[in-house]
């Protein structure tokens, strides 16, 4: 650590104001076993697992992903054998290997068992450190960028030497002010969490109501007529782009964004064309609402409707529905049969598909205008409250990384 770290953070609670107290690392650990690396990998091998037992094994994964789910089991001789390694409720585990620095607090209740040599067991000392505190303190980027050393010529990055981690110089607030810190965290975590619960709810209500709406195992109860089916080709007006010559300079940094088929969900492009560029060029003009079909490259199969009017190059198929059909309905049915297309049509070691062949497609289609809009709405109206979340996902994800910066020295 630096020794010329500020001694306050930037942001305080109302009523702290002293500066934090430097001291060593080991001194927000238990004075007896605070911290301990895994054992050698010849004392815990495949060889020794069982198939019943009341011993587990704590891998990496238990520290990566903040679960506690194991797969490995020890004789009830090899967990006496290894008990200086027992994992026990309030520890923390580290990974020191592949992926480093992921941290996770042992809960209660887990199986009684042992960590593997791909980690760090971490015990705090509780009369000056506070176990949340703890858990953000480590995962603040400055902590996590000190966690690591890479190799002189190397791009592989290890864990530092328990030497160096135990005496590294560190500031830190009195407990209460800890308390607080850790407090404040952990409910912006509890917050991400329950937004990113809310997410994938509302993701798994799309996919169900997509799946039985379009299946036609529920209908509106004022619609009763049979859809019909209908080639993509005969309900809409389609074309695909092309792209200027990148040798002359003058047909790009216009003012007209320049759509390509990883931008089709965006509202910004990284190009634009001048008004030569467009005329000179194959590119072709879309409108904000029209349905976007990228053919060629890694997100071939992708699908959307243009957030903005602009120009589009040969990997995508542009489609302008006729007033009879819905854009919605018809964007919704494809991004359902994404999947099908992609994992049957898919031509070409870049990941090529055909606008015929996608023109081809057979869509099963309300006749009725209105039945269309109300199901495309219905499901519109879904993404859009996705995406609301979404939003509020990043925004709190900002402000923990804000936290994290400015609440720790």
Not at 121 to 134: A, G, K, Q, V
Not at 236 to 247: I, L, R
Not at 279 to 300: E, F, P
Request: charged letters at 25%; one cysteine or more; aromatic letters at 10%.
């Amino acid at each position: 650590m630096s020794k010329d770290a500020k001694n306050v953070p930037a942001l305080r609670f109302k009523g702290y104001s002293d500066a934090w107290e430097k001291r060593k690392f080991v001194q927000m650990l238990n004075n007896s076993d605070g911290l301990r690396r895994g054992p050698f990998g010849s004392a815990l091998k495949k060889a020794f697992f069982v198939k019943e037992s009341s011993f587990v094994v704590y891998e990496q994964q238990n520290a990566i992903y903040d679960r506690f789910n194991t797969r490995y089991r020890i004789s009830e001789k090899k967990f006496a054998e290894l008990h200086n390694f027992e994992v026990l409720p309030g520890d923390f585990l580290l990974s020191g290997a592949g992926t480093i620095g992921r941290i996770a607090r042992v809960p209660k209740g887990i199986e009684q068992g042992v960590f593997n040599q791909a980690l760090i067991r971490l015990r705090i000392n509780e009369s000056m450190t506070d176990s949340e505190f703890f858990l953000q303190f480590i995962r603040s980027d400055f902590m996590q960028k000190n966690l690591t050393e890479t190799n002189p010529g190397s791009a592989i990055q290890n864990l530092v030497p328990m030497s160096e981690l135990k005496n590294w110089t560190v500031r830190t607030p009195v407990v209460n002010e800890q308390r607080k810190i850790g407090s404040l965290l952990k409910k912006i975590d509890s917050l991400i969490a329950a937004t990113q619960h809310k997410i994938d709810a509302l993701e798994q209500i799309k996919e169900k109501l997509s799946q039985n709406l379009f299946d036609q195992s529920w209908r509106f109860k004022e619609y009763s007529t049979p859809w019909k089916e209908n080639k993509l080709k005969d309900i809409v007006s389609a074309y695909s782009g092309g792209t200027p010559s990148a040798n002359i300079r003058t047909y790009y940094g216009g003012h007209i964004p320049f759509i390509r088929s990883a931008e089709i969900h965006s509202s910004t492009t990284a190009l634009t064309l001048t008004q030569e560029g467009l005329q000179n060029s194959s590119a072709k003009l879309v409108k904000t609402g029209d349905i976007l079909y990228a053919l060629y490259g890694a997100n071939s199969g992708d699908v959307d409707r243009s957030k903005i009017n602009g120009a589009i190059n040969q990997a995508i198929l542009a489609m302008r529905p006729s007033k009879e059909n819905d854009p919605n309905f018809i964007l919704f049915q494809l991004m359902r049969m994404k999947d099908k297309i992609v994992s049957t049509y898919l031509q070409g070691g870049q990941g090529n598909l055909s606008g015929r062949l996608i023109l081809a497609l057979n869509l099963d289609m309300p006749e009725s205008t209105l039945e269309q809009r109300t199901i495309g709405r219905l499901l519109q109206l879904l993404c859009e409250l996705i995406g609301v979340n979404q939003s509020k996902y990043s925004q709190l994800e900002l402000l923990k990384k804000s936290l994290l910066q400015n609440l720790f020295v």
